[in-house]
């Protein structure tokens, strides 16, 4: 089953996993199919982001930000991501993604996916900046204010010292790329 097998099933099962709450989890269930793998027979790692892409969207359609942002010309992008394998998922191993958006600050998200092999042991953790662009004023919005307009009042919780970690390292790695124009 490809990206968007995978995509229609998730997008017809949102309603009976009913809507986002802050602070809560996306749990997907997959198998490791002969489409996933590497010629290790274990999960490609481009297919990691594209399930994480999975549990992001799922996030996004439940907490309402996918109809909200279309009504207002606002556009979700990702900024960065970090990613550590632990385990493999090998070929036809069933496993979960676990996703949920951990924090904010300013204009970006921080978001985490988990893999979770059938056995409870994480097989890989994702980290995620992402930002929510508004097409018609050409800037980035600010996380609270997305928020607000989701009909939330949920404040962040202050960055763990790894999150810090990772968004300091992002902002480097993303001045290196624009220098390098």
Not at 169 to 175: A, D, F, K, M, N
Request: net charge positive.
């Amino acid at each position: 089953m490809y990206v968007w097998a995978r995509m229609a099933r998730m997008l017809a099962t949102t309603r009976s996993r009913g809507p986002y709450v802050m602070g809560g989890e996306s749990r997907l269930g997959f198998r490791c199919l002969p489409t996933d793998i590497d010629f290790n027979v274990h999960l490609n790692n481009a297919r990691y982001m594209m399930l994480a892409d999975l549990g992001r969207i799922d996030l996004f359609v439940r907490a309402g930000l996918i109809r909200l942002a279309r009504k207002n010309g606002w556009a979700p992008m990702m900024g960065g991501l970090q990613v550590v394998y632990a385990r493999e998922i090998r070929l036809w191993r069933r496993f979960e993604v676990v996703s949920s958006i951990e924090t904010w600050e300013g204009t970006q998200v921080i978001g985490k996916h988990r893999f979770v092999l059938d056995n409870g042991e994480t097989a890989a953790l994702i980290l995620t900046t992402a930002g929510v662009y508004d097409r018609k004023a050409r800037r980035f919005l600010e996380i609270d204010e997305v928020v607000t307009a989701l009909g939330r009042a949920v404040n962040p919780r202050p960055p763990t010292q790894e999150e810090q970690i990772f968004m300091t390292s992002h902002r480097g790695l993303r001045s290196l790329a624009k220098a390098a124009d």
